[in-house]
């Protein structure tokens, strides 16, 4: 019943492409509301020199930390459009949850979305953050960004995050994946027109010296991750590329927790707070990744409060 309206309302967000600030302007009016939940303190900073939200929930464990990675296709999105799943993770998980506004194409093509994820994780480590405590995360693109994240890190002898969380990931991006997508789908947001605006946008003028890591990360080589939380909608238009990934991380003795939801399209994650599916798969997700970073039940004495939402 909510599809055909999701349908109608991202349809008119999307429009006209390439106009890509009136999309993001429009993306930032529909996801307003309903944003974070109360007593989550929002703050602005910046992370690996690119502006970052962060978002601290009334009770959070000093160390764990969210790393999360909107999705946009690399052209949309922010931390605010994002605000929504974010918090509620972070609450959910006691983290304290770091959004990065990383630079958005086609102003910044491949690879500037990854350096700055990148950028993001290095100067948690920096920090002092034990990298076993922080859950690297992201939806969509985000996604993808999440798993070049985490193969850098095994790449550059990195500590490795504690585990990638990857909502409807985006994960490879050649000219053969954008050729296998159905002309015709069951997804409420995607289409494939839309994903070949995305990664025009994304890709042109791409380095071909570029390392398979960055642009497809489902064909790199997975050995050495840390565990893998995918969740995904069964009517995705990109479903194919999580369950690769899901197949090939297993292949590789990479730890895989996989959950596809029947009759969800992509990102459906986003209606959290409005959606009942939304609110269940959101909270499923936050206690998989808090097993993983903060495996023990908090003592009171190291809680500490938030201020109230900014």
Known sequence: MVAPFVRGLFGWAFRPQPDWVRV??????V???PGAPRGV??????LGGVHAER????HTDPEVTLLYLHG???TVGSARTHRGVASRLAAAMRATAYVLDYRLAPEHPCPAAAEDAVAAYRELLDRGIPARRIAVAGDSAGGGLSLVVGLTAVLEQLPVPGVLGLICPGVDGGPDALGSLPDVTKDAVLTKAMVTSFLTAY???LNPDLPTTVVSPLHADLAGLPPLVIDTGADDLIVSQARALAAKARAAGVEVHYREHPGLWHVFHALVGILPQA????ADLAAQLARRVNPRPIEPGRTRPAHRTA
């Open 279 to 282: 609110d269940r798969a959101v």
């Open 72 to 74: 946009g296709g690399y």
């Open 41 to 46: 303190r929002v703050e602005h900073t910046t």
């Open 55 to 58: 978002l601290t929930p009334e």
């Open 24 to 29: 993001r302007s429009r993306l930032e009016a």
């Open 31 to 33: 996801t307003a509301w």
């Open 203 to 205: 890709l042109d003028g």
